[in-house]
């Protein structure tokens, strides 16, 4: 998977390069490349942003530099157009599904803007070219976008092939679609099998995986009824069964 993403702080990304991501990129399973916005703007001070049309606090980014930038990148692809992926407060949630769609795009373009967001013509722009998606990471806001695209690739970039070891498997995820999905995860332990005065759940010691199996459900029913009781609304009926805790 190519990710291209457009920022006027590249640097923000310097996490893409550690850990779980980092490898991927070493392995060649993920190509990102980063882009300076101001690479775009032409004016002695490289402006990417002026005041709102309308009136109104803050400043908006302007088209120009997005387009040129855009353009640019998208010149670069042989088959079809990257799919953009605009962060903001006004877009649809990012889901563990929306995560796992993205997982299977071949190239995607993401746009973290700053100040209060890109002119919103760049969006319509794109939009009849390729698939563009305004996406919010949850209900609060920050400065700018570039923490959103880190949350995303992280999310993404963990669903590709070879990516997790074959140890770890982001079928049972929280949130993956199935038996569990809508549920969160129980709780979890290691040795040592006392520490400080607290032991470890029996169940899990008993070598039993049906009842460890069930236990764990349990937990997580438990904890998705006391965390995210909305959740349990939206669980499949199907996806209980009569063992399952009344709660
Ligand atoms: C666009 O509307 C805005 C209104 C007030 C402030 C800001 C700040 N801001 C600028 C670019 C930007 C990109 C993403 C986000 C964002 C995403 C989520 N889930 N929270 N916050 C916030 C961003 C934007």
Known sequence: MRVDI?????EYFAPLGVSLIGKARERGILDVRLHQLRDWAHDVHRTVD??????????????????????AVLATGQDAPA?????TPSGVPFTQRLAMEYAAEPWLLFTPARYEGIDSRVMAEYGTRTRVDEVSVGDYVLAGGEAAVLVMIEAVGRLLPGVLGNACSAVDDSFAP???????EGPVYTKPPEWRGHGVPEVLLSGHHGRIARWRRDEALRR?????????A?????????HDLKL
């Open 178 to 184: 199935g038996a569990m999905e809508n549920l969160l």
């Open 6 to 10: 457009i920022s006027i702080f590249p």
């Open 50 to 71: 002026d005041t709102p049309y309308g009136g109104g606090p803050g400043m908006v980014m302007k088209p120009d530099p997005w387009g040129e930038a855009i353009d």
């Open 234 to 242: 939206a669980l499949d009926p199907r996806g209980l069964d009569k």
């Open 83 to 87: 799919r953009i992926i605009v962060p």
């Open 224 to 232: 998705t009824a006391r965390n995210r009781p909305e959740l349990l």
